[in-house]
């Protein structure tokens, strides 16, 4: 098998602070309450299609022990580390170089971690088929899932052409737009919502990676040959913060004249923010998302209430809330807004010094 898929869990999941921060990002916890982390369920969905050592976790160093520690049965040469952040591209390009000294010619799946997947009968069969197709085709594919409502948080795919068995050409990409253009896309349907799932042979993702990533090929010849890890560790140490800050996604969509489209219907759940896990989250009568112990509420709708203690907490009269009580942090705001969330995140790592914990 040629199959191989690589998951993407170094982020820090700034968007659904303060419960996800950069100590323990999104993807290692468990958001709904499942009993499993999104890593885990991540992992497992993959497991179901591949072979374990066919599956490698992309994380960043300081996770490396989280990763061990949710997935124990994972082979240690399947996690691979980046030593500093700089998106998911030069990330893919290290895990890529990993997969190619084990097989130049072997068809890659990018995924983020921190995804929900309604029907996994679904998403292993629509998996398997773009498997097939890019085994075939020296294309890009996106998965996409038509867009029903005009989400702006989302990138937007326009399909050139009516789909054949599910797939399409690429027409045009528009990352996030305004709400008239998301209504307008919507109404078209001609759009479909990108999932962040691609897939490519790996020479395919060379050909767009060794531009920006020049020492690909030589990391992939020093893994081929089988050189000792420690001389392995120091050139990634030196070279990889050389490496410009890219966003795989877009290095992908914003030069589309190779990518094709997968239409997907596996119940794509998005889980960015936390307008995100309120739409997905149970919810009691009154649209209310609650998590945690001892939380009444009284004349409340559509909140998101989240206790990592047991302190007890009541609310009244709150409409469009979210509030996060942690050890250390209490959150109250409207749950509308990510980016002032965002800015009383950086307000308040500026005066610490340091990430909230």
């Given at each position: 098998?040629?199959d191989?898929c690589?998951?993407l ?6 968007r659904?602070?303060?419960y996800?921060n950069?100590?323990?990002p999104?993807q290692f ?7 499993m982390t ?7 969905r993959f497991r179901n ?6 599956i ?5 160093e300081?996770?490396?022990a989280?990763v061990?520690?949710?997935l ?5 040469e399947?996690?691979?580390a980046?030593?500093v ?9 290290l ?6 000294a ?6 890659i799946?990018?995924?983020?971690a921190?995804?929900?997947i309604?029907h996994s009968?679904?998403f ?5 088929q773009?498997?097939?197709?890019v085994a ?5 594919l ?5 867009a029903t409502?005009p ?6 795919l326009?399909a050139?052409?009516e789909?054949i068995?599910g ?21 078209s349907?001609e759009?479909?919502?990108s ?5 490519a ?5 060379c050909?767009v ?7 690909i090929q ?9 050189t000792?890890a420690a001389t392995?560790?120091a050139?990634?140490?030196?070279q990889?913060?050389r ?6 996604d877009?290095?992908?969509l914003?030069h589309?004249?190779?990518v094709?489209?997968?239409s997907?219907t ?9 307008q ?7 919810k009691?009568?009154?649209g209310?998302?609650?998590s945690g112990?001892?939380i009444?509420l009284y ?7 989240v206790?990592q203690?047991e302190?007890?907490i009541?609310?009244?009269?709150m409409k ?7 050890p250390?942090?209490l959150?109250i705001?409207?749950?509308?807004n990510?980016?002032?969330l965002?800015?009383m995140?950086?307000?308040?790592e500026?005066?610490?010094?340091t990430?909230i914990?």
């Amino acid at each position: 098998m040629k199959d191989y898929c690589i998951i993407l869990a170094g982020g820090i999941g700034s968007r659904l602070w303060p419960y996800s921060n950069q100590a323990l990002p999104k993807q290692f916890l468990d958001l709904f309450g499942t009993g499993m982390t999104m890593l885990q369920l991540t992992y497992q969905r993959f497991r179901n299609i591949l072979p374990q050592e066919h599956i490698i976790i992309s994380t960043y160093e300081p996770y490396v022990a989280i990763v061990r520690k949710q997935l124990p049965d994972v082979p240690e040469e399947c996690i691979v580390a980046e030593p500093v952040q700089l998106s998911t591209a030069p990330a893919v390009a290290l895990a890529v170089a990993t997969i190619m000294a084990k097989d130049p010619e072997a068809c890659i799946m990018l995924s983020p971690a921190d995804q929900m997947i309604l029907h996994s009968d679904v998403f292993r069969k629509q998996v398997v088929q773009g498997f097939r197709f890019v085994a075939e085709k020296p294309c890009f594919l996106v998965l996409g899932v038509k867009a029903t409502v005009p989400e702006t948080n989302y990138g937007y795919l326009q399909a050139g052409e009516e789909m054949i068995n599910g797939f399409a050409r690429l027409k045009s990409f528009t990352e996030k737009p305004n709400l008239e253009f998301a209504r307008f896309f919507v109404e078209s349907g001609e759009f479909y919502w990108s999932t962040g799932l691609f897939m490519a042979s790996a020479p395919t993702l060379c050909k767009v990676l060794t531009p920006l990533y020049p020492r690909i090929q030589y990391l992939t010849g020093l893994m081929s040959e089988q050189t000792d890890a420690a001389t392995i560790s120091a050139y990634v140490r030196d070279q990889y913060p050389r490496a410009p800050y890219q966003s795989v996604d877009l290095l992908i969509l914003e030069h589309h004249e190779n990518v094709c489209i997968q239409s997907c219907t596996f119940g794509w759940q998005d889980v960015a923010g936390w307008q995100d896990f309120h739409r997905i989250a149970p919810k009691d009568e009154s649209g209310n998302a609650v998590s945690g112990p001892n939380i009444t509420l009284y004349d409340c709708e559509n909140n998101v209430v989240v206790n990592q203690q047991e302190k007890t907490i009541l609310l009244h009269d709150m409409k469009g809330y979210l509030v996060i009580e942690k050890p250390n942090l209490l959150l109250i705001c409207r749950n509308d807004n990510p980016s002032q969330l965002r800015r009383m995140m950086n307000e308040v790592e500026v005066k610490q010094e340091t990430s909230i914990s």
